[in-house]
C-alpha cells in the first residue's frame, strides 16, 4: 500500500509575504535580505556568505524596529494600504489640477476640472460656485478613471484659472482645504499637458 501523500510546509517571507524561495523575484528583496538570513540561511547560501554576524544583529534590529518578528506576521495596516496585488506599491496622486476642454457636437463645449479634491476642496461645493460665476450648468460626475471631475457646461477653461486661485487662495485660518497655487494647474491641449502659468 502507498502512504498517504503529506501537505508541503511553505515558508513565507515576512517582509514581502511571499514564499521565501521566491523573495528574489519580488519587489522588495533588498529589504527581505535580512529576514532570509536569519530565517531561512538555507535558500539563499549566499547572502550567509556575504553578511557578517554585524549585519544579522543590524538586520535583527531592524527587522525588530519596524514590527516584523521572526515569526511570520501579517503586515502592517499602512503598507497594506499602499500595496497592490502583485507587489506593486501605490503611489500618490500629484497635486494639480487639470483643465480640459471638451467639443461636442461641432458647437458646444464642456470644460473638465480634474484634482481640486486633491487640495481638500469639496467637489459639490465648487460646482456650486462655478455655476454661479460662469452662470452656467455644473456637476460632479464620474471620469473615465473612475475618479469624480466637474464637468461645466461652455467654454471657460482660461478664465477658471483666475477663479480657482481666488476662490481657494492660501489662506492660514483655514484648515478646511489647501491653496491651489496657480503652478500646480495644467491644461490639456492637443493630448498635452501644458502649465497654466
Known sequence: MAE???PVRVLYCAVCSLPA???EFGPDFEKCK???IQNAPDLYPDLT???SSKEVDKAT????STGISSAASS???QEEVKRLPGGKIKKKDKKEVIIEKVVRNKRKSITTVKGLELFGVKLSDASKKLGKKFATGASV???PTEKEQIDVQGDISYDVVDFITETW???SYSFAYEAVPETAIFFIEDGKKVHAA
Do not use: I, N
Not at 534590529?61 to 525588530?64: A, D, G, I, N, S
Open 61 to 64: 534590529e531592524h527587522l525588530q
Open 141 to 143: 460626475v464620474k471620469g
Open 49 to 51: 556568505k556575504d553578511s
Open 21 to 23: 524561495e521566491y523573495c
Open 4 to 6: 498517504k501523500p503529506q
Open 75 to 77: 503586515a502592517t495596516k
Open 34 to 36: 535580512p529576514w532570509l
Open 169 to 171: 487662495p492660501d489662506s
